[in-house]
Nanobody, 115 residues
Framework: QVQLVESGGGLVQPGGSLRLSCAAS????????MGWYRQAPGKERELVAR???????EYGDSVKGRFTISTDVGKNTVYLQMTNLKLEDTAVYYC?????????WGEGTLVTVSS
Protein backbone atom coordinates (compact mmCIF):
# COMPACT_ATOMS: atom_id res chain seq x y z
CA GLN A 1 0.00 0.00 0.00
CA VAL A 2 1.10 3.51 -0.81
CA GLN A 3 -0.14 6.55 1.06
CA LEU A 4 -0.01 9.98 -0.59
CA VAL A 5 -0.15 13.31 1.20
CA GLU A 6 -0.46 16.50 -0.83
CA SER A 7 0.29 20.02 0.31
CA GLY A 8 0.74 23.49 -1.11
CA GLY A 9 -2.68 24.40 -2.43
CA GLY A 10 -4.31 27.72 -1.71
CA LEU A 11 -5.59 30.98 -3.08
CA VAL A 12 -3.50 32.88 -5.60
CA GLN A 13 -4.09 35.77 -7.96
CA PRO A 14 -3.94 35.37 -11.72
CA GLY A 15 -0.33 35.43 -12.87
CA GLY A 16 0.88 34.13 -9.55
CA SER A 17 2.71 30.93 -8.63
CA LEU A 18 2.23 27.97 -6.34
CA ARG A 19 4.18 24.83 -5.62
CA LEU A 20 2.42 21.59 -4.81
CA SER A 21 4.10 18.69 -3.05
CA CYS A 22 3.08 15.06 -2.73
CA ALA A 23 4.91 12.75 -0.38
CA ALA A 24 4.56 8.99 -0.76
CA SER A 25 4.91 6.68 2.21
CA UNK A 26 4.33 3.04 3.02
CA UNK A 27 5.52 0.59 0.41
CA UNK A 28 7.35 2.94 -1.95
CA UNK A 29 9.39 0.51 -4.03
CA UNK A 30 9.08 0.86 -7.82
CA UNK A 31 6.66 3.77 -7.78
CA UNK A 32 6.42 4.91 -11.41
CA UNK A 33 5.14 7.14 -12.80
CA MET A 34 4.33 9.92 -10.33
CA GLY A 35 2.07 12.71 -11.36
CA TRP A 36 -0.72 15.19 -10.92
CA TYR A 37 -4.28 15.34 -12.18
CA ARG A 38 -6.91 17.98 -11.56
CA GLN A 39 -10.65 18.26 -11.54
CA ALA A 40 -12.52 21.51 -11.89
CA PRO A 41 -16.18 21.87 -10.89
CA GLY A 42 -18.42 20.24 -13.47
CA LYS A 43 -15.50 18.84 -15.45
CA GLU A 44 -13.77 15.50 -15.77
CA ARG A 45 -10.49 14.78 -14.09
CA GLU A 46 -7.59 15.53 -16.43
CA LEU A 47 -3.87 14.95 -16.57
CA VAL A 48 -1.75 17.88 -15.51
CA ALA A 49 1.70 16.32 -15.56
CA ARG A 50 3.47 13.10 -14.82
CA UNK A 51 7.05 11.95 -14.69
CA UNK A 52 8.44 8.55 -15.64
CA UNK A 53 11.53 7.18 -13.89
CA UNK A 54 12.38 10.68 -12.79
CA UNK A 55 13.45 11.75 -16.27
CA UNK A 56 10.63 11.75 -18.85
CA UNK A 57 7.89 14.30 -18.33
CA GLU A 58 4.47 14.51 -19.88
CA TYR A 59 2.22 17.57 -19.62
CA GLY A 60 -1.36 18.39 -20.40
CA ASP A 61 -1.67 20.82 -23.29
CA SER A 62 -3.20 23.57 -21.16
CA VAL A 63 -0.25 23.74 -18.77
CA LYS A 64 2.72 23.30 -21.09
CA GLY A 65 5.26 26.05 -20.60
CA ARG A 66 3.73 27.13 -17.30
CA PHE A 67 3.95 24.09 -15.00
CA THR A 68 6.97 21.98 -14.17
CA ILE A 69 6.95 18.56 -12.55
CA SER A 70 9.93 17.22 -10.64
CA THR A 71 10.75 14.54 -8.11
CA ASP A 72 13.00 13.98 -5.13
CA VAL A 73 13.56 10.26 -5.33
CA GLY A 74 15.22 10.09 -1.94
CA LYS A 75 12.16 11.66 -0.32
CA ASN A 76 9.62 9.82 -2.52
CA THR A 77 8.13 13.19 -3.27
CA VAL A 78 6.78 14.73 -6.46
CA TYR A 79 6.42 18.45 -6.94
CA LEU A 80 4.41 20.62 -9.27
CA GLN A 81 5.67 24.14 -9.77
CA MET A 82 2.87 26.23 -11.22
CA THR A 83 3.56 29.65 -12.70
CA ASN A 84 1.51 32.22 -14.57
CA LEU A 85 -1.63 30.75 -13.07
CA LYS A 86 -4.91 31.44 -14.82
CA LEU A 87 -8.48 31.49 -13.62
CA GLU A 88 -9.09 28.23 -15.45
CA ASP A 89 -6.42 26.50 -13.39
CA THR A 90 -8.80 26.54 -10.44
CA ALA A 91 -9.39 22.92 -9.46
CA VAL A 92 -8.70 20.22 -6.95
CA TYR A 93 -5.28 18.79 -7.73
CA TYR A 94 -4.71 15.11 -7.06
CA CYS A 95 -1.44 13.31 -6.71
CA UNK A 96 -1.33 10.03 -8.57
CA UNK A 97 1.22 7.22 -8.59
CA UNK A 98 1.39 3.71 -9.94
CA UNK A 99 3.07 0.69 -8.46
CA UNK A 100 3.05 -2.76 -10.03
CA UNK A 101 -0.06 -1.98 -12.02
CA UNK A 102 -1.96 -0.48 -9.08
CA UNK A 103 -2.93 3.20 -9.09
CA UNK A 104 -3.04 5.30 -5.94
CA TRP A 105 -4.61 8.70 -5.44
CA GLY A 106 -4.14 11.40 -2.86
CA GLU A 107 -7.10 13.15 -1.28
CA GLY A 108 -6.52 16.29 -3.30
CA THR A 109 -5.53 19.86 -2.60
CA LEU A 110 -7.58 22.85 -3.72
CA VAL A 111 -6.00 25.51 -5.90
CA THR A 112 -8.09 28.64 -6.38
CA VAL A 113 -7.00 31.31 -8.83
CA SER A 114 -8.96 34.48 -8.25
CA SER A 115 -8.51 38.21 -8.20
Amino acid sequence: QVQLVESGGGLVQPGGSLRLSCAASGSTTDINPMGWYRQAPGKERELVARIFSGVRMEYGDSVKGRFTISTDVGKNTVYLQMTNLKLEDTAVYYCNVAQWGVTYWGEGTLVTVSS
